[in-house]
């Protein structure tokens, strides 16, 4: 059975810093493509980021050079460390193992001053 379970987020200032974190059980995370995803309210979910078998990284454009997706793989975590917030940036965040049907709880990121 495949469990992400998500920690990390919550509520912080323009400008602040938060990481998520992934840890996964049942798969290994090294061996697979993850991907972290947002939905805002009333949006669309949305692919933030993504990190290969190769530690190779995609991010969409509004989150780049500010978020960094990254994984330990002696932990089985996928992390995403998340700079410089902005108000636009407020949404539920999801783990997932990329192209699969494998999802985290969702955690919640508020940016508001």
């Known amino acids: 059975q495949v469990n992400l379970v998500q920690s990390g987020g919550g509520s912080v200032q323009p400008g602040g810093s938060l990481t998520l974190s992934c840890a996964a059980s049942g798969i290994s995370t090294g061996s697979l493509a993850m991907a972290w995803y947002r939905q805002a309210p009333g949006g669309q979910r949305e692919l933030v980021a993504t990190?290969?078998?190769?530690?190779?990284?995609t991010y969409r454009n509004s989150v780049k050079g500010r978020f960094t997706i990254s994984r330990d793989n002696d932990k089985n975590t996928v992390y995403l460390q998340m700079n410089s917030l902005k108000a636009e940036d407020t949404a539920v965040y999801y783990c997932?193992?990329?192209?699969?049907?494998?999802w985290g709880q969702g955690t919640q990121v508020s940016v508001s001053s």
């Open positions: 990190i290969t078998t190769g530690d190779s990284t």
């Open positions: 997932n193992v990329f192209g699969r049907s494998f």
